[in-house]
């Protein structure tokens, strides 16, 4: 294991504040790796290179587990498309020349998807993660020099205070427990001059209808299941709605129209130039993650402005991607 002195430097306890060392020498097996501060109180393991400051198991788990069984499905490099870099910078509207030698948060990293992108425009990266999905963030991304991976809490996250030039966090927000809280401990990792990006769901009317309908109606019930019983739950729907979706998604708008009211996360992929097996896999990964989560907990536009015009934020702008897309800038 070894972390680069710039990286390390960057880290703090995220309990105390205090610098971190590694304990690591080169000949130290890796399952004995781990930082610790000056005075010895507070110790964290560091895991497959990747320093952990939670515990494996938690409110996440079923992230982990599904970014470990689809890790590379996302990926652009993998599925031969560009939907996630465009997704990436139709959220942010960010100019990826502006991203070139930038340090950069990504707090829910899940797989890497867009870790990937922000590496691809020259950005350092620290990717982050409360779910053991930094294990495939690191196994997809873990060649690239300017990557950092950390397993930690939004909440309590292990990095000086004004650390990063630009923070991101895309469909996260809204599966952690306290959202205005989280999007407060993300706005104080920029630094002054800095931009945070979010993507939320959005709490509006659409909420009650077709798919997302689907899912809060059904959401009561599949919070008593089992991680397995989701997923057999969660397959069983995609087979039924496959001939459906096979049709439909050859047939533009009225297709749209139809896929919108499965209650299957399909529609928004119609237009991704994916494999048959692919588009497949995807639609079980998201509709999986649609079920799944201990927390959900959408928002409205207002609401996540207002947040984030109280962490001392200027620049609030609402961009066109769907959801609550929108950043802001910290004054410098």
């Known amino acids: 294991m070894h972390l680069k002195t710039e990286f390390l430097n960057t880290l703090a306890c995220p309990l105390t504040g205090e610098s971190l060392h590694s304990e690591t020498g080169p000949s130290t ?10 005075d010895g109180k507070h110790k964290y393991p560091v895991k497959e290179g990747i320093p952990r400051f939670v515990a494996p198991e938690n409110y996440a788990a079923s992230f982990g587990y599904q970014w470990n069984k689809y890790a590379k499905l996302q990926l652009d490099s993998c599925n031969g498309t560009l939907f996630s870099k465009e997704r990436f910078f139709s959220i942010t509207e960010w100019d990826p020349n502006e991203l070139q030698g930038q340090k950069i948060l990504d707090a829910g990293c899940g797989a890497g998807r867009f ?26 991304l873990g060649d690239s020099p300017h990557l950092n991976v950390v397993q930690a809490s939004i909440y309590e996250m292990p990095f000086r205070p004004g650390s990063f030039d630009y923070a991101y966090c895309i469909g996260v927000i809204q599966h952690t427990p306290d959202p205005q809280r989280s999007v407060m401990e993300i706005c104080k990792m920029v630094k002054p001059g800095g931009q945070i990006g979010l993507w939320i769901y959005e709490r509006d009317w659409k909420s009650y209808l077709g798919t997302i309908g689907f899912k809060y109606l059904l959401r009561p019930w599949t919070m008593k299941m089992s991680r397995q019983q989701v997923e057999n739950f969660s397959n069983r729907l995609e087979n039924i709605c496959w001939p459906i979706n096979r049709f439909a998604r050859k047939c533009g708008l009225p297709g749209k129209i139809i896929m919108r009211l499965l209650p299957v996360a399909s529609a928004y992929l119609q ?24 927390h959900d907990h959408p928002q409205t536009f207002s609401t996540v402005a207002t947040w984030l015009h109280e962490a001392g ?11 609550i897309s929108v950043t802001a800038r910290r004054p410098a």
Request: hydrophobic share 35%.
């Open 271 to 294: 237009d991704v130039p994916l494999s048959d097996e692919d588009f497949r896999e995807w639609v079980r990964l998201d509709t999986f993650d649609m079920y799944s989560p201990t």
């Open 29 to 38: 097996p890796d399952d004995h790796a781990r930082l610790t501060t000056k």
């Open 313 to 323: 934020f200027t620049d609030i702008k609402r961009h066109p991607h769907g959801g």
């Open 115 to 140: 870790a990937e992108v922000a590496l691809a425009a020259g950005a350092e990266v620290t990717a982050m993660d409360l779910s053991q999905a930094v294990e495939a963030c690191r196994r997809n």
